[in-house]
């Protein structure tokens, strides 16, 4: 048993050590975030409405949402939710921290926790902000990932033009977006 437990942690620091270093090798300058978050505002419920495909929401039929609410001490509890191919609802519960204290745009997730310690942290930068926090374009520097979030489970066609604008300013494109069935 102490080999196997020796075995995964030293998997999982050549796994995070070699993400820090890819990540490392990318250019995260070219990236804009948007320049300032109040998190206060950004707490609370969000519906996606549309996002790069990616392997771990292929189970994913829609209704998907996300929660994220103040912890103490800083921290942000991350839960995402989304109704599966069989009809059942499935949950993934993680942490966010904030990265980047003058904007509050730039987060750090993690959704894998081995005996309280938080592995695998993923980048949430938050690329665009509707006026009254209504919606929002999030993603990451190796623009791998992308979501669109929305304060309601549709989006007026207005804040899509937006939306897209912002996507493809970002440097994703905007064609390849899977639009969530809320």
């Known amino acids: 048993m102490k080999q196997l437990l020796k075995r995964l942690l030293v998997s999982c620091l050549i796994v995070l050590l070699s993400g820090t270093v890819?990540?490392?090798?990318?250019?995260?300058?070219?990236?804009k975030t948007v320049s300032s978050v109040d998190m206060q505002r950004y707490l609370g419920n969000w519906y996606e409405i549309a996002r790069l495909p990616?392997?771990?929401?292929?189970?994913?039929?829609g209704e998907v949402?996300?929660?994220?609410r103040q912890l103490e001490g800083g921290d942000i509890r991350v839960i995402?939710?989304?109704r599966d191919q069989?009809?059942?609802?499935?949950?993934?519960?993680?942490?966010?921290?904030?990265?980047?204290?003058r904007s509050n745009a730039k987060l750090a997730v993690s959704f894998v926790s081995l005996f309280g310690w938080?592995?695998?942290?993923?980048?949430?930068?938050i690329l665009g902000l509707g006026s009254d926090y209504d919606f929002a374009v999030v993603g990451m520097p190796s623009r791998k990932y992308l979501w669109v979030l929305s304060r309601q489970?549709?989006?007026?066609?207005?804040d899509w033009q937006l939306v897209e604008h912002i996507v493809e300013a970002s440097?994703?494109?905007?064609?390849?977006?899977l639009k969530t069935k809320q």
């Not at 890819?22 to 990236?31: E, F, I, P």
């Not at 990616?54 to 039929?61: E, Y």
């Not at 069989?86 to 204290?101: F, S």
């Not at 489970?153 to 207005?158: F, H, L, R, S, V």
């Open 22 to 31: 890819v990540g490392c090798a990318q250019d995260r300058s070219q990236l």
């Open 54 to 61: 990616n392997r771990f929401q292929d189970h994913c039929a």
């Open 65 to 68: 949402t996300a929660n994220y």
């Open 80 to 82: 995402n939710r989304c």
């Open 86 to 101: 069989q009809g059942e609802m499935d949950e993934a519960k993680g942490i966010g921290r904030i990265v980047d204290n």
């Open 118 to 125: 938080n592995l695998f942290w993923g980048d949430y930068w």
């Open 153 to 158: 489970p549709e989006i007026t066609a207005d």
């Open 171 to 177: 440097g994703y494109d905007p064609a390849r977006l």
